[in-house]
């Protein structure tokens, strides 16, 4: 089977996917080394909202597996205390969130280059959804956080 042109295979490592992301003008790109968490977060917090313009939708992986080359245009926003979000400065695109002490950095999958197997799984924070949608999908919601295995 023939890997679409984004999606290359390394060598030597247990899991050899390898994922490439960019923002809307390609200044900030991405490289995740592993595979993404294939259960994507719908976040409705009112952060993300604004971040985003309407709900956050979010995939992860760990840290150390992903590599960003920002081009100069990479910045970071610490929205809360410890909590970074990361966007481009000459495009505007939202394609991170992290946390000092959170091992993961999520990332919006509206960013990848190509299709990565993801799923929507689950909706966070609906108790501060704002009131111009409905969430209709079926799919788990959560008052605030979801519950770790999710």
Not at 13 to 28: F, M, Y
Not at 72 to 95: D, H, N, Q, T, V
Not at 97 to 118: C, E, F, N, V
């Amino acid at each position: 089977m023939k890997a679409a042109p984004e999606t290359a295979k390394r060598e030597g490592t247990a899991d050899q996917t390898v994922t490439r992301g960019r923002c809307l003008c390609g200044t900030v790109t991405y490289v995740v080394r592993g595979k993404l968490r294939e259960r994507l977060s719908v976040c409705h917090c009112h952060m993300c909202r604004r971040h985003h313009g309407g709900p956050g939708i979010y995939t992860s992986a760990p840290k150390p597996a992903v590599e960003i080359d920002g081009g100069g245009a990479l910045r970071w926003y610490e929205s809360s205390p410890g909590i970074k979000r990361g966007f481009c400065a000459a495009c505007g695109s939202s394609l991170f969130w992290t946390g000092d002490d959170y091992p993961q950095m999520d990332i919006a999958p509206g960013t990848l280059d190509s299709a990565a197997g993801l799923a929507l799984s689950h909706h966070i924070f609906v108790a501060h959804k704002g009131d111009y949608y409905d969430l209709a999908d079926g799919l788990p919601q959560y008052p605030d956080n979801a519950p770790a295995d999710n």
